[in-house]
């Protein structure tokens, strides 16, 4: 069962009933059926994909899942992977957050043992002194008044080390906070990140989208989305084995970071396919920068280190829609998917944008 499915299971409070076996049994038949029918191997988190899938309880991941079926009669272990980190691993990003909670919370709760110490100190040496203020005005010999210094200096000299005290704590304490916040940043990073690649997941390019359809609309400003397909990378993964595939994403990933701009975000969309986000960029421009990367991978000429073997020129297809006023997210996905179909049936190794192609 997936970590998603399973979380919700321990909180419902009452047993199953025999109807909810039923359904739980024939979910986990479909998932083995699915395993076997698109030969995928036998992994806990193929059957959290497929048994999720099979209760079409997340559209997002059945929709993804159809798209790379389209693509091939089989799932690579990597795709089922990146699947399950974009879609299946929320708990594991919770239970990093949580984690870190949990230490803020201690780091807290040590700041206010020392605030309510130094606070207590702070008390008793009022006290300390209201009691030698009351005894100044009976004070007539040399040996009192040399008595009282004593205590006054005694008090001062408690007060300064106890004030040490707190702020060596306090210091302490500023420190640790500081590492779990970047820690906390940290953990927000990865969960946003593709692990291969590097560049922003699907969760963290949802978002951008979302944010700069937003600004252009208020803004009238030009926006441009770009989706990329690598060329026959099934034909890769089966040719030379999926580490070279990996290879092949991370090389296609770092010529894409090289060109664009820090207002841009690149993104792994699933699998072989990639998103960019041109914001505030006109068509003609998204079109000269993504041919020109498209140039430049199809130059890289990727040899084999062991053996120096080529593996023959590797291309990439490319699809480009600009947003105009009243589309939302998934029509622009969709614009740019259309023109990358379209570049896919003329041939590959092309760019396709409305009126430059």
Known sequence: MSAAVKKE????????????????????????????????????????LWYTYAERSNAELVEQVDQMLDKGTSLSPYEIDEACKVHLSEPDTQAG???????????????????????????????????????????VSPDRIDA??????????????????????????????????EELEEVRHQSMRDSLTMLANRRAFDKR?????????????NLC??????????????????RVGDEVLKIFARIITKNIKGQDMAARY??????????RTDLRAAYQLIDRIRVQFSKSNLVFKTSRQCLGQITA??????????I??????????????????????????????
């Open 97 to 139: 957050q949580q984690k870190i909670g949990s230490a803020f919370e201690k780091e807290l709760s040590s700041v206010m043992a020392l605030i309510q110490k130094g606070v207590s100190n702070h008390e008793q040496f009022q006290v300390a002194l209201d009691e030698l203020e009351e005894g100044l005005p009976q004070t």
């Open 209 to 221: 989208l979302a944010a700069e359809l937003s600004a252009a609309a208020e803004g009238d400003q």
């Open 270 to 279: 699933g699998g072989e396919e990639f998103a960019v986000i041109l914001p």
């Open 9 to 48: 299971a321990e909180t419902v409070q009452p047993p199953m009933g025999g109807q909810e076996y039923k359904r739980v049994y024939d979910l986990a038949d479909k998932a083995f059926k699915l395993m076997g029918q698109y030969e995928t191997p036998p992994y806990p988190s193929t059957y959290a």
């Open 225 to 242: 989305l770009v989706m990329a397909d690598i060329d026959h990378f099934k034909t890769v993964n089966d040719t030379y084995g999926h």
């Open 317 to 326: 297809s490319f699809g480009i829609a600009r947003y105009k006023p009243g």
């Open 148 to 181: 009282m210094i004593s205590q006054l200096m005694f008090e001062n000299r408690r007060m300064a080390r106890h004030s040490q005290e707190l702020n060596d704590g306090l210091r302490e304490s500023q420190k640790q906070i500081e590492k779990l916040n």
């Open 328 to 357: 939302d997210a998934r029509d622009l996905i969709e614009q740019a998917d259309q023109k990358l179909y379209l570049a896919k049936n003329s041939g590959r190794n092309t760019v396709k944008a409305e009126g430059l192609d």
